[in-house]
């Protein structure tokens, strides 16, 4: 007897979007996807490296500029505004 094709939802075309074989899963399987070729990152040159610890330093600078912007507005909403 052959063995049927499950029946998929209409609209569904039966691929796979994410592999849901994800660590600390009931269901996880320790195995290597062949399809995906390593681990899935790339070496990025000296020069590339530079360039995103550089952007990360400068969006952290960024953030804690802003939070010290507010909290300097705030100090001096209290001193020339609420404590007068």
Partial sequence: MARRAPRL???DDGKTIVDMNVDGMPWYLQRRNA???GDGREKLSPEQMRA???AAV???LVVALIFGA???LFIA???FVWFR
Wanted: charged share 20%; glycine share 22%; net charge neutral.
């Fill in 58 to 60: 400068k969006a952290g």
């Fill in 52 to 54: 995103y610890r550089w």
């Fill in 70 to 72: 507010v909290f300097g």
């Fill in 77 to 79: 909403f209290c001193d």
């Fill in 35 to 37: 399809s995906s070729g």
């Fill in 9 to 11: 939802p209409e609209g």
